[in-house]
């Protein structure tokens, strides 16, 4: 991963002043905005947080494997190693979130390096954290985590598939069954316990049919919704080797939550705004819905479809006095949810992430918020643009330049001339300046058991050779189900979901997925959703931190001899 390039702060003279605003008072606003600055540097400085990045070998294991992992503690200011701290702590926790392993780790220039013994774990979910003091200080989104599933080991040993769906008042399960070879497992006689944190919900005999299939209806009402559950499969067949395995489940839900999230933070009645929403069931995950909204006369405004993983967005202009209601369809339903309420004044921020070099900011603002306002856009902490504006219109629009800002969530906030936050919209900044791998196999394979030798090669974008740290994992993709468009990986995890507060959906389709243009504006729709924000009071930015718990540069003890 390149490092970003050192901060350089564009404080630009905009040309939306007040026709009447002497050289002193623009002078005096140059020199607030400065003080601005400065302050969020000072702060930055002093209280540099820190991105963490563990790369673990595979996210299936079974209760005789090892976890091994590799850490990655970062400055976040530029990503470069942490100088900050020095000792890493490793823990792993259920799915009832309680702590069973914990390890401290000592890192040498942000690195660390470990492994798990997971023979005393049952089968189940469980979780992998990784932090370091500092950490802990700052939002809990900087804690890594990440999840992972143990299961039984046997020589012979299953594959299986499961999809969920609910029925009417039943939850039916498809369920699949192969042996390592992928043959299917053929007119087995099993039976299937589902459980619902630790307790069972129901339980049913079946046999597979010749595909290695079986079909399972629980009923719905005997579940929580939004709990965990896991099916416990024993093998009937007489004689057998009394084979159990434990399959965990993700269920859908018929009940949804809609969420709206205006651009900038709030609906302004008489400024239009993109309205992002974000449509989830009771397991957390996006569902797909479509609907229209309308006003209080229950005329048609606006007609919204999901995108992706449950989120889209449409363009409203609100009208003052009005309230709105959207009517949705998802999964045979249809409900109806109310949209936020307008404000009678305020101001709206709006930013356009063009293809080309330019983001298009628009800055709005009813006929009473006609004033002076700075506009400072940030990227992991460092300010790479701001601006003092003022606005004679309800409407003023800038471009800033892309280069200005390295690869990564650009975070842009509106403030007024007291320095209180107003308005903030995150865009993403792609220079497409990662690291390339160039992995090539030196040898031919002879039999079985013999060394595999390979060349890397890491490059930048223009060709030029990177000395770095690099761990490589190597899986036997029969055992191992490895869904590159699923998973977080040191791209996506330091660049965006890191940024971001919740679970990020499948975060490798937004580096990964091949329709580059759609990937970009699905992309922005998740920073509209996911990294929507509404102030409060003393929001501010550059105020002072409180410390609670002090950085660890290296192994210490400290106590009182008597």
């Known amino acids: 991963m390149k490092s970003a390039k050192a901060a350089i702060v564009l404080i630009n003279a905009l040309t939306f002043i007040f026709s009447g605003t002497t050289g002193f008072a623009q002078e ?14 000072t702060n930055n400085a002093a209280f540099p947080f820190e991105k963490l990045y563990v790369q673990t070998d595979r996210p299936q294991y079974t209760t005789n494997d090892t976890l091994w992992f590799k850490a990655y503690v970062l400055n976040a200011l530029d990503l470069t190693a942490t100088q900050k701290s020095g000792v890493l702590y490793v823990e792993v926790a259920s799915d009832t979130d309680s702590v069973l392993k914990r390890m401290m780790l000592p ?4 690195l660390s390096w470990g492994n798990i013994a997971l023979k005393d774990l049952a089968e189940g979910r469980y979780t992998l954290f990784a932090y370091t003091s500092w950490i802990r200080n700052f939002d809990e989104r900087y804690i890594y985590r990440k999840d992972f599933e143990v299961t039984s080991q046997a020589a012979n040993s299953w594959l299986v598939n499961a999809k969920t769906n609910t029925k009417s008042d039943k939850l039916s399960l498809d369920i699949s069954f192969s042996n390592l070879s992928q043959q299917p497992v053929s007119f087995r006689k099993l039976a299937f316990t589902l459980q619902e944190a630790g307790g069972t919900v129901s339980k049913e005999q079946a046999e597979t049919n010749e595909a290695g299939q079986v079909n399972l209806l629980f009923p719905q009402s005997q579940i929580t919704q939004g709990k965990s559950l896991t099916l416990s499969v024993e093998d009937l067949r007489p004689g057998g080797d009394k084979r159990t395995l434990k399959i965990p489940l993700s269920v ?10 205006p651009e900038g933070g ?8 993109k309205v992002g929403f974000k449509a989830i069931g009771e397991d957390g995950k996006g569902v797909e819905v479509f609907g229209t909204v309308y006003n209080s006369k229950n005329q048609e405004v606006a007609r919204l479809r999901t995108s992706n993983r449950g989120m889209g967005a449409f363009s409203l202009l609100p009208q003052a006095g009005e309230t709105y209601h959207a009517k949705v369809q998802f999964m045979g339903s249809t409900k109806v949810f109310n949209l936020p309420l307008l404000r009678g004044s305020g101001t709206g921020l ?4 063009k293809a ?3 983001l298009e900011i628009v800055i709005s603002a009813t006929p009473d918020r006609k004033t002076r306002y700075f506009l400072i856009g940030q990227t992991n902490g460092v300010v790479y643009d701001a601006a003092s504006i003022a606005s004679t219109s309800a409407r003023a629009k800038i471009y800033i330049d892309k280069s200005s800002f390295p690869t990564g969530v650009a975070r842009f906030t509106l403030l007024d001339s007291l320095k209180n936050p107003l308005n903030e919209r995150l865009t993403f900044i792609n220079h497409s300046d990662n690291l390339i791998f160039h992995i090539n196999q030196l040898n031919t394979i002879a039999q079985g058991g013999d060394s595999v030798l390979i060349q890397l090669k890491v490059t930048d974008k223009t060709g030029a050779p990177q000395i770095g740290s690099f761990s490589l994992a190597v899986t036997d993709d029969r055992l191992v189900d490895i869904d590159s468009m699923r998973m977080n990986n040191m791209i996506s995890n330091l660049l965006l979901t890191s940024d971001l507060k919740g679970t990020v959906e499948d975060p490798g389709y937004y580096f990964l997925a091949d329709d580059v243009e759609k ?3 699905d992309l922005d729709i998740l920073l509209l959703t996911q990294g929507w924000s509404e102030f409060k009071a003393n929001d501010v930015p550059g105020n002072q931190r409180s410390i609670k718990y002090p950085s660890e540069p290296e192994f210490a ?3 009182k001899v008597i």
């Open 519 to 521: 990937r970009r504006e």
């Open 252 to 261: 859908r839900s018929e009940d949804l939550d809609l969420q709206f999230m």
């Open 107 to 110: 890192m040498v220039k942000g």
């Open 266 to 273: 709030a609906l302004i009645g008489g400024i239009r705004s």
């Open 557 to 559: 003890i400290s106590g």
């Open 28 to 41: 005096q606003y140059q020199k607030a905005l400065t003080a601005l600055v400065d302050s969020i540097k």
């Open 350 to 353: 709006s930013i356009t992430n």
């Open 356 to 358: 080309n070099d330019s």
